[in-house]
């Protein structure tokens, strides 16, 4: 089984990134913020609650995205593998996950960190902004504070998984084609 941890800012290319191996590798695709923004989209109790951090650029409660996420490999018990794109976010998360997937017997396989310049981010997510429609691309001091957010809280999970020899470093620069070479390359290095 694969468990593919997809690391890296906002626009580093996760979602991108994340079609082109769950189509390689046969992978189930988990993103956080496309289950958060589908329960928006129904107007649930749950998407209420976290729209009100999401329009702020701020992370959503825990408890929220780990009980999605448990109800998610609850109802895939036969997949090959996932590909968790923007979850864990916190070492709480990290930590639950971790429960999570031992208690089936399905341990993280990697964790591939997209590296990017903090302009080219920026650029990225205006970009995406025009076209996706999404209110948290289309505003400089949201997206600056969601890559504080995202330096403050998440990037202290990259020590998380060095401890377990489960970060990858890939350099996220380039085109779509090159980053998603080295991706393949290292998540294959994983099987051997
Ligand atoms: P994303 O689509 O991954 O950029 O996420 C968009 C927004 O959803 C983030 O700015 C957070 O507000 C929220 N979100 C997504 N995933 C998580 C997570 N794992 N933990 C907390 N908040 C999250």
Do not use: W
Request: aromatic share 6%.
């Amino acid at each position: 089984m694969l468990n593919l941890i997809l690391f890296g800012p906002p626009g580093a290319g996760k979602g991108t990134q994340a079609e082109f191996l769950i189509k390689t590798f046969h992978l189930i695709h988990l993103s956080t913020g496309d289950l958060l923004r589908s329960q928006i989209a129904e107007d649930t109790a749950l998407g209420l609650e976290a729209k009100r951090f999401m329009d702020k650029g701020e992370l959503v409660p825990d408890e929220i995205v780990i009980e999605m996420i448990k109800s998610k490999l609850d109802a895939n018990r036969d997949a090959a593998g996932f590909i968790f794109d923007g979850f864990p976010r916190t070492v709480a998360q990290a930590k639950a996950l971790d429960t999570l997937l031992n208690e089936n017997r399905m341990p993280v396989s990697g964790m591939l960190c997209l590296e990017v310049d903090k302009q080219e981010l920026i650029n990225r997510l205006l970009n995406r902004g025009k076209t996706s429609g999404r209110s948290d691309d289309q505003d400089v001091s949201i997206i600056e504070n969601r890559i504080n957010v995202y330096h403050e809280k998440t990037l202290p999970l990259k020590d998380y998984y060095a401890a377990q020899n489960k970060h990858f470093l890939i350099c996220g620069m380039g085109s779509i084609d090159e980053i998603a070479e080295r991706l393949t390359s290292t998540v294959k290095s994983l099987q051997e």
